[in-house]
């Protein structure tokens, strides 16, 4: 655990030698960070993901994703907007964020539709411009991909609502880059910690960050007892191998 500007940051120690975090040269040991800064708020954001239904676990009903993934979990975060509680609660650890890990940035975008809201609430805490990103250009009008006023070689930090692989999210950091927009990040609510996404991020250089987890909500889940000990470990296979899992399948060895 590395303490940074008064959080923790999450590491996990591999093999290397040399490794730049957030800033912070780190020598003899590569560290792979969790998108996490801090466990509080992860547990927490958790906890009111779950109080609303913004996220679901259904291990024994699971949902089917438009990819055609069987899942036993669903979350919609523009539930939050509903709760001015709860949408304050995040937009103010998501502009807590982008202050610790950027300082002040020009402008705030939002990935449409899901993080439109969230991110013009960071926007205005912060008081910064903010436009978002269509997933492709309108087809009439001015034909924008970029909605909202925004000039070349401006510092723009990405809020999104959710992460799975992180491809729409990318795309959306693809043309503001295009747009020759300095990209410093992206910070979402919420991702479900996919090898896939975590690869595409690295593979495209983009920093990202995260207020919770998929490994901080089953700890929360089970804490609260919304789910079992069995389910937990139900839900923590699929999220190895979800293009697979099957919800009638245990863990061998058992």
């Not at 290397?16 to 590569?30: F, H, N, Q």
Request: charged share 20%.
């Amino acid at each position: 655990v590395l303490s940074f500007n008064g959080m923790e940051v999450y590491c996990l120690p591999i093999f290397s030698s040399v490794e730049r975090i957030i800033g912070i040269s780190l020598t003899k040991t590569l560290y792979i960070c969790s998108m996490i800064l801090n466990k509080e708020t992860a547990q927490k954001t958790a906890e009111l993901l779950l109080q609303i239904n913004a996220i679901k676990l259904q291990p024994q009903k699971p949902f089917t994703w438009a990819s055609g993934w069987k899942s036993p979990i669903y979350c919609d975060n523009r539930i939050t907007l509903s709760y001015p509680a709860i949408r304050n609660y995040l937009r103010e650890n998501l502009a807590k964020q982008v202050e610790i890990l950027y300082g002040k940035p020009d402008a705030i975008a939002g990935v449409a539709t899901g993080a439109i809201g969230i991110g013009a609430l960071v926007a205005d805490i912060l008081g910064l411009p903010f436009c978002y990103v269509r997933p492709e250009a309108k087809k009439h009008g001015r034909q924008n991909k970029i909605e909202g006023f925004v000039e070349a070689n401006q510092n723009v930090v990405i809020i999104e609502d959710l992460i799975s692989t992180g491809n729409s999210s990318l795309l959306a950091a693809k043309a503001l880059e295009e747009a020759n927009l300095n990209v410093k990040g992206m910070l979402a609510i919420f991702t479900y910690g996919f090898d896939i996404s975590e690869e595409n991020f690295k593979k495209n250089n983009i920093e990202l960050h995260t207020l919770s987890d998929y490994d901080h909500l089953l700890q929360q889940a089970e804490k609260s007892n919304y789910i079992s000990a069995e389910e937990k470990e139900l839900l923590s296979n699929w999220r190895t191998d979800p293009a697979n899992w099957n919800p009638q399948l245990k863990k061998t060895g058992k």
